[in-house]
């Protein structure tokens, strides 16, 4: 989707889960956000991967608007390194959904916005899907896994290439003691195996480039 595209299903899924409010001036914000000059990575082309995967899977998930609230609002905050990355963008939904969303369905996409910490297994299988969804880029033919891969480290140009690739090498070494990247069958039965070939592939050329 171009960007007029991403406006217009944005302004839809707002409109029709607030009951009609005004999506505008959340567009405007979710838009300058993904937008911004040190984004590589965590911009509006990951929401459309993000929103693609979400729609293959659509008739797997029951809380669909949830979960594509929650995708809209994951990154809106992103700085590289920050821990409250996620919390932000959380309190940034809540800050826009005050008034227009009922608590509950405030609360629920919060917590999947929380989960893209990605921090162990998830609590359920809604939040499943959502992370899955979050992680499904690893599953990408190997041009577009090197091609996000090197989206990610532009987006940190004040680390140095051996700091760097060495977290980088940690962080895959960590992902493949794991039973399976995928938490849920949709998504392990699509992506796994590419996934796993990618760390693989990506986390040998870091050692063979001696960062390991």
């Not at 069958?185 to 990618?198: I, K, S, T, V, W």
Request: with cysteine; glycine share 6%; hydrophobic share 40%.
């Amino acid at each position: 989707m171009d960007t007029g595209q991403l406006a217009d299903r944005f302004c839809a899924t707002w409109a029709r889960c607030t009951g009609g409010a005004d999506p505008s001036p959340v567009w405007q914000t979710v838009e300058k956000r993904y937008t911004e000059p040190h984004r590589f990575y965590h911009n509006l082309d990951h929401l459309d991967h993000c929103l693609g995967e979400l729609d293959a899977a659509r008739e797997k998930i029951e809380e669909f608007d949830a979960t594509e609230l929650a995708i809209w609002f994951h990154d809106i905050i992103y700085v590289y390194g920050a821990k409250d990355n996620e919390e932000r963008s959380a309190d940034a939904l809540r800050y826009f959904a005050a008034s227009h969303l009922p608590a509950n369905i405030t609360d629920r996409v919060s917590e999947f916005i929380i989960a893209t910490k990605h921090t162990g297994a998830a609590a359920d299988l809604g939040i499943a899907y959502l992370v899955d969804i979050d992680l499904s880029g690893f599953g990408l033919p190997w041009e577009g896994y090197l091609a996000d891969s090197n989206a990610l480290r532009k987006e940190a140009p004040e680390v140095s290439d051996e700091q760097y690739y060495r977290g980088k090498l940690r962080f895959l070494t960590e992902l493949q003691t794991w039973d399976s990247l995928f938490q849920t069958d949709f998504f392990r039965e699509r992506l796994e195996a590419n996934a796993q070939a990618n760390i693989t592939r990506y986390s040998g050329d870091l050692r063979a480039k001696g960062f390991g």
